[in-house]
């Protein structure tokens, strides 16, 4: 009996002892690691906040701490990307840097984003540009007509009035655009110059027809009236005439018109679609029957502009007999503009003429939609419905599909379901841009079990897309 005590301590003592150690091994295994893993998430923290840093702000640390060819790399991806957002930071770069492929970078880059921040530099260098190089006054001189700085225009004629050949065609190019009455007037007299080369006066007469001064349309006049005068300059000097607005103009480019040159006889017509009288008119239906294809083409589309019925029967005859398929698409085009009856329905014909080509047969159909002839609505549908009948027309009705696209409508409705619903990836997916464009509530569900389901992994992402967007 006296033992008993004892060998209860015992077991309380090893009951204890196992408790202990149990307690212990807790410690040790769940609380200590959890303070361990609570540090290295906390001394990990500042690294993941590093990977976590967005692309501009990397890209603000390469402008800011990178090599000059990176930044020069970085600023042409930017404009590839149509990205503007560093703006800022370019801006703040091209005041300190010196390096001649960062400031060039970035004068293009303001240049293409049309930034008006470089205005005063660009003046500024145009004043005294000798210390330049000339590939970066070449950018100044884009720049400038890019952002149509007036305040350029005395410091480009002061530069052609110093008579330095490096700065002369860059400048003239400039002044084309920014300057004004007093520029062109000066423009005119550098024709006196007798070692004016060919290439130089073409480019005065471009820059005269660009600037549209009323005091030197003589000049011009005589240009394209000179048959001893190079035939680009008499060709850009017809089309500038024509460009002022200058009634006395007409009579001379009809004049024009008669030469034996194509050329001329072209830019005459150019500067002639600036009038839309009837004596006008008459002259541009005649040219639609003009034996170089060029001038046909170019009267159809003044004619196409303007809508001149009465050319509707030339328009027709060229869709059908003429050898320059260009010319015989700016007919049709034509056609549709005028909403020709006849006309029209020949280029029904041919949507619907499954032996015709899928090109000729896309271009009618672009035509009839491009000027919304909604009579001719139902013949499309048909003839791109009866594409999903082999897989020979799935060119053909890719096409029909850009068409739907670029050309919304209530009326595509079920033949968008019809390409949502092709085994054709191709045609899903052009299925999916037709749905984006036109919004049909009726074809939702369908594009939501894409979404989840198709096969293509790209379509369902697309599909996904465009229901978030939507």
Request: charged fraction near 30%.
């Amino acid at each position: 009996m006296r033992n008993k005590p004892m060998v209860l301590k015992i077991k309380n003592d090893k009951k204890f002892s196992c408790f202990l150690i149990l307690g212990l091994l807790f410690v040790t295994f769940f609380v200590f690691p959890q303070k361990v893993t609570s540090q290295e998430i906390e001394n990990s923290e500042p690294e993941k906040k590093t990977e976590e840093k967005s692309e501009n702000e990397k890209r603000i640390e390469t402008i800011e701490y990178g090599l000059d060819t990176e930044v020069a790399t970085l600023i042409t991806t930017l404009i590839k990307e149509e990205n503007n957002d560093l703006t800022d930071s370019l801006i703040d770069l091209f005041k300190i840097t010196k390096n001649q492929d960062v400031r060039e970078g970035i004068i293009k880059y303001c240049t293409h984003f049309k930034i008006d921040a470089l205005e005063d530099y660009a003046i500024s260098l145009l004043e005294d540009p000798y210390d330049e190089k000339n590939d970066t006054v070449s950018l100044v001189c884009e720049y400038v007509k890019t952002m149509d700085i007036k305040q350029a225009a005395l410091p480009l004629q002061a530069l052609l009035e110093t008579e330095n050949e490096e700065y002369y065609d860059m400048a003239i190019s400039a002044l084309g655009v920014v300057g004004g009455e007093e520029q062109a007037v000066f423009l005119t007299t550098m024709f006196d110059e007798e070692d004016l080369s060919i290439t130089r006066k073409q480019a005065l007469v471009k820059a005269l027809g660009n600037l549209q001064v009323l005091e030197t349309w003589d000049k011009l006049k005589s240009l394209a009236e000179d048959e001893d005068e190079n035939l680009y300059v008499r060709m850009y000097a017809a089309e500038a005439i024509g460009e002022m607005k200058k009634n006395e103009s007409v009579d001379v480019l009809i004049n024009l018109y008669t030469s034996s040159e194509p050329s001329i006889r072209e830019y005459a017509l150019r500067g002639l679609s600036y009038y839309d009288s009837k004596k006008v008119q008459n002259v541009i239906v005649s040219a639609i029957k003009d034996d170089y294809w060029k001038v046909r083409k170019k009267a159809i589309e003044i004619a196409t502009e303007q809508k001149i019925t009465d050319a509707a029967p030339y328009l027709r005859y060229r869709a059908q007999h003429d050898s320059e398929t260009v010319v015989l698409y700016a007919a049709m085009e034509g056609i549709a503009a005028l909403n020709d009856k006849k006309g029209v329905e020949y280029l029904e014909e041919i949507v619907a003429d499954q032996k015709k080509n899928d090109t000729i047969r896309s271009k009618c159909a672009s035509y009839l939609l491009k000027y919304k002839i909604t009579s001719s609505y139902d013949t499309v549908i048909d003839a791109a419905n009866k594409t999903f009948e082999k897989d020979s027309y799935k060119t053909l009705r890719y096409a029909f599909g850009k068409l739907f696209t670029k050309y919304p409508s209530k009326k595509w409705e079920k033949t968008c379901k019809l390409f949502l619903e092709n085994d054709d990836v191709a045609t899903r997916g052009t299925g999916l841009d037709i749905y984006r464009e036109n919004k049909y509530s009726s074809l939702t569900s369908i594009v939501k079990t894409i979404s989840e389901e198709d096969s293509s992994s790209a379509i369902k992402q697309k599909a996904k897309h465009i229901l978030e967007t939507k």
